[in-house]
């Protein structure tokens, strides 16, 4: 699996809300920013800032790939449940797909907000909302969802995000979901999320029945007729 060529297709989907949010959160007068769960750099090095960019991730192998992607940007080796920075050392503190990765997302947004002074959780999503069309593709969103649990993930934090915040202290702004009108998917982008499924479902649903959905989102896809939505949702306020 490559897992850059996965979190750019993420980015690209929420490329205008990461405009809009970054925009009123006052990007462009933040002195010092910090992308928590940074991966290999495909958000970072989309930020054009002259502003001293930082990322923190938990894996070595991602911040190898995040130093090629965004070499400007400040990298550390940590855990997003315990940031090593001292209190309000960023202006700016953000994460895109991270909290459903953590053990403790409270504790995590509780670090950004102790760290940050304007903290935005840019996309989480809420798999328990997934909608496939038409219907026989319902089972692949239950099994993805169910991979997503069997891989350590929680896959409905994107709805609490906005009491996540709350109960971190954190006036928020705006919390919202990401706005699908106008992502139509490209068919390299229908291969990359079939190369995804097929690792996340590999050893749990039998190789026939993923093959058998395949067809079927094929066809349907062909037809016009496939409808594959998971509400992502975003929170940003202030400390
Ligand atoms: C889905 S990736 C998203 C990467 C990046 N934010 C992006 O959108 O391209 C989630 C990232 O969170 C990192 N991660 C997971 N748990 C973490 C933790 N406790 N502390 C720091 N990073 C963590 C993973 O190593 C991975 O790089």
Avoid at 95 to 115: G, I, Y
Wanted: hydrophobic share 40%; aromatic share 10%; charged share 25%.
């Amino acid at each position: 699996m490559n897992w850059h060529a996965r979190y750019t297709q993420q980015a690209a989907w929420t490329r205008d809300l990461r405009k809009y949010l970054f925009d009123k959160a006052g990007l462009d007068r933040a002195a010092f920013v910090l992308e928590v769960g940074c991966g290999t750099g495909a958000v970072l090095r989309e930020l054009t800032t002259p502003t001293p960019l930082h990322g923190l991730d938990l894996e070595p192998a991602s911040l190898t790939q995040c130093r090629i992607h965004a070499p400007a940007a400040s990298l550390t080796c940590g855990d997003a449940h315990f940031l090593p920075y001292p209190d309000r050392s960023f202006d700016i503190v953000y994460c895109h797909f991270l909290l459903l990765w953590v053990s403790d997302p409270l504790r995590v947004v509780r670090e950004m907000a102790r760290v940050g002074k304007t903290v935005l959780a840019l996309a989480e999503p809420d798999y328990g909302q997934r909608v496939d069309e038409p219907a026989e593709l319902k089972p692949l969103g239950e099994w993805q969802t169910q991979a997503l649990m069997r891989q350590g993930a929680n896959p409905f934090v994107g709805s609490t995000l906005a009491e996540i915040f709350f109960q971190a202290g954190i006036k928020l702004e705006e919390t919202g979901t990401i706005r699908s009108v106008g992502v139509k998917r490209s068919l390299e982008e229908w291969e990359n999320e079939w190369a995804v499924t097929q690792a996340d479902l590999g050893g749990f649903v039998p190789d026939s029945e993923i093959q058998k959905m395949r067809v079927l989102d094929e066809q349907a896809r062909t037809r016009g007729e496939r409808v594959l939505h998971v509400p992502t949702y975003f929170a940003w306020g202030k400390t």
